[in-house]
């Protein structure tokens, strides 16, 4: 297994560090959080080239689970932020 | 700027456009997360069904942004028979209406490569998702290469994958 893997049950914690309720400990929590994305280790071949071209797989797996409408409405969102970000045309007629 | 791609869609459906959803909207609602600013379709290409797209955005003010003088979408008799792609902007954002997809084929050909999707106002068709990536790889463009990624990862996931 990479170090840029991991088992989809696998949280990651050190369980030397992890209080007895199993939540880590906070150091180990800020390490956690400080890690970078990781490819599941049982990803398809497909997958895991999709994750090393750069691509968020998280935002993949989430769009996997809305419905075909959810997507497009989500995607409209998304435009919507996008184009509103956008700078308007300056114009030309300072009105002077 | 303005993009309604929805309510795009819900027209064509309306007014019972024979159609379907290519393109970058179609790689959305198959789960790709890469956002898109226009819609592109494939239409069938007859008179008939030009009259039916013409109808459908003719209170949008459609233009063929592709021509220098941005001129108005309006057919006459040798448009409807002649034309082979309408390329529009409309007050609710660009769509692009193809005669044929490459890699895929005619409107007939996309058809038969076409699975329905459900959206709020109805049902519509859409390339399969094997047909798309299909499509993608024949035009081998650069631009369409983190798509491709994507959707080979969706049809990994959902084991569709190709024997």
């Keep these: 297994m990479s170090d840029r893997e991991h088992s989809p049950n696998d949280q990651g914690f050190a369980s030397a560090g992890a209080s007895r309720d199993g939540a880590p400990a906070e150091g180990d929590l800020v390490d956690l959080l400080n890690q970078p994305p990781v490819c599941a280790s049982d990803a398809g071949p497909a997958w895991k080239a999709a994750f090393a071209a750069g691509v968020d797989m998280s935002l993949v797996e989430d769009a996997l689970k809305m419905t075909p409408q959810v997507r497009l409405r989500e995607h409209q969102r998304s435009l919507d932020q996008i184009l509103a970000l956008r700078p308007t045309r300056p114009s030309h007629d300072s009105g002077n | ?163």
């Excluded at chain 2, 108005?72 to 040798?78: E, M, S």
């Excluded at chain 2, 999707?117 to 983190?146: H, P, Y």
């Design chain 2, 1 to 163: 700027m303005i993009q309604e791609t929805e309510t795009l869609l819900q027209r064509l459906h309306t007014r019972e456009v024979e159609f379907v959803i290519i393109g970058g909207i179609c790689n959305v609602l198959h789960g790709v997360t890469l956002v898109t600013q226009d819609v592109d379709v494939c239409c069938r290409f007859t008179p008939e069904n030009l009259r039916r797209i013409e109808a459908a955005l003719k209170d949008l003010h459609p233009l063929h942004r592709q021509t220098p003088k941005k001129l108005p979408f309006v057919l006459d008799d040798r448009l409807a028979r002649e034309l082979r792609n309408i390329y529009l902007r409309t007050d609710l954002g660009v769509i692009d209406c193809l005669s044929q997809v490459a890699g895929i084929g005619d409107y007939d050909a996309v058809l038969a490569a076409s699975v329905t999707v459900a959206l709020a106002f109805g049902t519509c068709r859409m390339l399969s998702l094997e047909a798309l990536i299909r499509s993608k790889e024949s035009l081998g463009r650069e631009q369409d290469l983190l798509a491709l990624r994507q959707l080979r990862a969706i049809q990994e996931r959902l084991g569709q994958n190709p024997p």
